[in-house]
């Protein structure tokens, strides 16, 4: 028999307006899981039973009041919110034991537009300290492990939303991407990841814009909940820096999600850019794989050559060692900073502004060189990791060699932050061991569109959901 988490989000929202299913019964349902299985996915670093069961009932009573068309979008459906962004009321440690006892004083942007949506708000989903690295261990909770090997890493820093999507925790999460931190979890997880255009969703009113390299975006099983979250989710406020290329009047993301994409041109190319390791065998396979499916959908694929080499990496090192200086520290607290973002600060403490401008300079440049090449196409293909899922603790090294174990690890998600395109990681691909494997798809400057329905007719033909690891039974 169909268990609640068993059912997508587009499914939860039909049956709550048939009131076939209430938002008292999705929530603790799913606090039910959390509480039975989150000290072995490590997906959250709070859960907000009482706030979320309230939150609930006023939900259920808005259903039995209100006509089905006067309904929000998303009423009665779990969405948790990564512990980087702010939920008002709630604990906000970014995954640092310097601010385990914060509160937040405010919603973000697009938090406060699922609020509106209907959204329940189940807890806060883990996070690595300030999201600087690529998987999600940090001193304030257990670390977040993909649900396929729970000896392996969830991937980060949107690690937690993954691990609870794909573990039935949570029908769809909320995550966020600077440098690959949805779609690397998306990867590790086998859930759908998908980083937004820049500018599509506001970081307000906290997150600077900077250089625009960081946006939410949604974690889903299906692309059809990652289009209906993005409907919600897509804000934008006065003062924000980017604001990406709007929709027609009328349209919806899920309205293009539903549509066939038609014969398009797909770029690929498998080279990493970002490092010049080998790239893994399993992971090769799931490209090609990729590329043969697309090409019996009647795609036309052309290989290019990678439209970055390896010198944008000393620039965007030099860019993310700055971001970590811009989170505010009490006065005293640098000592109880894990080693990584300690030393990240004192990179940036010793990087002068001529260089730090140089290298966003060059950075614009280096984009404005490489867009042209990747516009002509309809999308661009890569792998989305160079390696499968990889042992918790992997990582761990002096700080120097760390971060040269994650650019090796992700050498191809950055280069679309820098681009500021929109990228999807799609779970297409399961190794011979069981680990799933993501390949990356990513689109023009406002090509979501594209980009979801592309997804979806993959989905379709060679569909994944049904796809569950050993937890979801459990």
């Known amino acids: 028999m169909s268990q609640i988490h068993d059912l997508t989000a587009i499914e939860l929202v039909e049956r709550v307006r048939r009131r076939e299913l209430s938002p008292v019964q999705i929530t603790d349902h799913y606090l039910e899981r959390i509480a039975r299985h989150d000290r072995a996915l490590g997906a959250f670093i709070t859960v907000t039973e009482d706030f979320a069961r309230e ?38 440690t970014s995954g640092s034991t310097i601010y385990a006892d914060r509160v937040a004083g405010v919603d973000a942007a697009f938090v406060a537009a699922l609020r509106q949506a209907g959204a329940v708000f189940p807890g806060k989903t883990n996070t690595p300290e300030f999201g600087s690295p690529c998987y999600t261990e940090n001193d304030i909770a257990p670390a977040a492990r993909t649900p396929w090997d729970l000896s392996r890493s969830a991937g980060g820093s949107s690690g937690g939303a993954a691990a609870a999507v794909a573990g039935g925790l949570s029908p769809v999460a909320q995550g966020s991407d600077g440098g690959g931190s ?28 900077l250089l625009g390299l960081a946006t939410a975006g949604p974690l889903t099983r299906t692309v059809s909940d990652a289009a ?3 409907d919600a989710m897509s804000v934008n406020r006065p003062g924000d820096y980017y604001t990406a290329p709007p929709l027609g009047t009328g349209e919806t993301f899920l309205e293009h999600a539903r549509r066939e994409p038609g014969t398009l041109r797909i770029a690929r190319f498998r080279t990493p850019v970002m490092a010049a390791d080998e790239v893994h065998p399993e992971v090769l396979a799931a490209y090609e794989s990729a590329t043969e499916l697309l090409a019996k959908l009647g795609h036309d694929i052309e290989e290019i050559a990678p439209p970055f080499d390896a010198s944008v990496a000393e620039d965007f090192r030099t860019v993310w060692a700055a971001m970590a200086i811009a989170v505010p520290l009490p006065s005293g607290s640098e000592p109880h900073l ?23 300079i060059r950075l614009q440049q280096r984009v404005r060189a490489a867009l042209p090449a990747m516009l002509d196409y309809d999308a661009v293909l890569t792998p989305t990791l160079a390696q499968p899922p990889v042992p918790v603790g992997h990582f761990a090294a002096a700080p120097e060699e760390e971060l040269r ?66 937890v979801w039974a459990e």
């Open 182 to 209: 949805i779609r690397i979890p998306a990867s590790a997880c086998g859930t759908y990841g998908l980083k937004p255009t820049r500018g599509r969703i506001s970081g307000a009113p906290l997150t600077p814009d």
């Open 228 to 230: 209906l979250l993005l």
């Open 405 to 470: 174990r994650m650019e090796r690890f992700t050498p191809y998600t950055a280069i679309f932050n820098i681009t500021g395109q929109p990228s999807a990681s799609v779970p297409l691909y399961w190794s011979d061991e069981g680990l799933p494997i993501g390949v990356m798809l990513s689109g023009r400057i406002g090509g979501e569109p594209t980009l979801l329905s592309l997804s979806a007719q993959l989905e379709a033909v060679h569909p994944w959901a049904h796809r569950r690891p050993p």
């Open 338 to 360: 894990r080693p990584i973002n300690r030393w990240l600060r004192e990179q940036a403490m010793g990087t002068t502004l001529d260089r730090y401008m140089r290298a966003t």
């Open 55 to 92: 939150q609930a009932r006023k939900a259920e009573n808005r259903v039995l009041r209100d006509t089905p068309g006067e309904l929000p979008p998303l009423l009665g459906v779990p969405v948790p919110i990564k512990d980087l962004d702010p939920l008002a009321g709630v604990r906000h």
